[in-house]
């Protein structure tokens, strides 16, 4: 990896977590599991290679993907909106193997709208203007790449029995490994306190700092009650953001 670019060497290791990730199988509760980087791959990939083109100094991490954001887009936290018409991308996005009726996918004509990634991208377009100014220290990646339904219902990988956890959670860490030796980060920003959990894990003591902000979630109260200025404070206050 140390051969690569940047952008090359996320490309490469997402497309490790996913080969390792397709073999992989998941009993009930879950129904139904999302790829997006098998079935969006061409917006991921120029995701990767137009924002990842050398060091961050600050990485934000989420859990897995929202079913009307990445699982749409490809992009974490992929607000359909904010990802055509802020970050300018846009590809073909195919339909998975085995489709939820109940959460189809759309691709860029999904009409739904991802609060949490609308919300994150949101406060990131406001505050830095052009995704230009944001991605010269940033960067935005998701822990786990999929998605998982129990019916219609989204379950998170938190939620998952522990023995179908174990594998997953071994192919994620690597990836975050990964991730930062291509991107050298001073800081991993946990959206959430799980994203948090899995850095430091992942990670250990000592090789990056770790934090975490309030995830944006509607489901939080606190999320509800004014995300962007809680996150800002939180950001603040951990030295991250001036």
């Not at 990767?48 to 060091?55: E, K, N, Q, T, V």
């Not at 759309?106 to 100014?133: I, K, N, Q, T």
């Not at 998701?142 to 029995?161: I, M, Q, S, V």
Request: net charge neutral; charged share 20%; glycine share 8%.
């Amino acid at each position: 990896m140390k051969d690569l670019s940047p952008a090359d060497a996320l490309v490469d290791a997402a497309r490790v977590l996913s080969d390792r990730l397709q073999e992989l199988r998941f009993e009930a509760p879950v129904t139904h599991v999302y790829n997006p980087l098998t079935y969006a791959w061409a917006t991921h990939e120029q995701y990767l290679r137009r924002f990842a083109s050398g060091a961050r100094r600050i990485v934000f991490l989420g859990m897995n993907p929202g079913p009307f954001g990445m699982v749409q887009t490809g992009i974490p936290f992929g607000e359909v909106a904010i990802v055509r018409d802020w970050l300018c991308l846009s590809g073909p996005v195919e339909r998975p193997l085995h489709e939820n009726p109940k959460r189809p996918v759309e691709g860029f004509a999904c009409l739904r709208s991802e609060v949490s990634g609308r919300r994150l991208w949101g406060l990131f377009s406001a505050r830095f203007g052009s995704p230009d100014a944001f991605f010269a220290e940033h960067f935005v990646a998701n822990y786990c790449p999929l998605a998982f339904f129990d019916g219609a219902r989204n379950l998170t990988p938190d939620k998952l029995p522990g023995d179908a956890a174990e594998p997953l959670l071994a192919a994620c860490d690597d990836h975050l490994r990964a991730l930062v030796e291509a991107l050298r980060p001073e800081w991993v920003i946990g959206v959430g306190a799980w994203a948090e959990s899995r850095a430091k894990i992942a990670l250990g003591p000592g090789s990056v700092r770790i934090g975490r902000i309030l995830h944006p979630s509607p489901a939080s109260p606190a999320a509800n009650r004014g995300w962007a200025e809680a996150a800002t404070a939180q950001l603040r206050a951990l030295g991250v953001w001036a």
